[in-house]
């Protein structure tokens, strides 16, 4: 069974920047560089939104409100995935997770998804 494990949250003001890493263990390395990553977020009384994903060989897609300000990024060699957030806005507050999956065609919907991290806070203030 594979684990994911998000680190780096935490409280920055509006127009700081943040680093979140994701962790992937219980798997091999092929499994891991095969896969499918992504990051989703939701906020208090809110909807799980897409933010954004990376696949194997690198390409990547972001939803429109991140577009710019946020890189996802991924090294296989260490089964870890990033998602660099600068110029963060308070809209951006919001628990954010990690996911993963083996045979995403669908990149923005979560039942794509198979694995799922716990989460890390991100709140930006004014």
């Known amino acids: 069974q594979v684990q994911l494990v998000e680190s780096g949250g935490g409280l920055v003001q509006a127009g700081g920047s943040l680093r979140l890493s994701c962790a992937a263990s219980g798997r091999t390395f092929s499994s891991y560089a095969g896969s499918t990553m992504a990051w989703f977020r939701q906020a208090p009384g809110k909807e799980r939104e897409f933010v954004a994903a990376?696949?194997?060989?690198?390409?990547?897609y972001y939803t429109d409100s991140v577009k710019g300000r946020f890189t996802i990024s991924r090294d296989n060699a260490k089964n870890t995935v990033w998602l660099q957030m600068n110029s963060l806005r308070p809209e951006d507050t919001a628990v954010y997770c990690c996911a993963a999956g083996n045979t995403v065609l669908m990149l923005t919907e979560q039942r794509e998804y198979n694995y799922w991290g716990q989460g890390t806070q991100v709140t930006v203030s004014s």
């Open positions: 990376i696949i194997r060989m690198g390409g990547t």
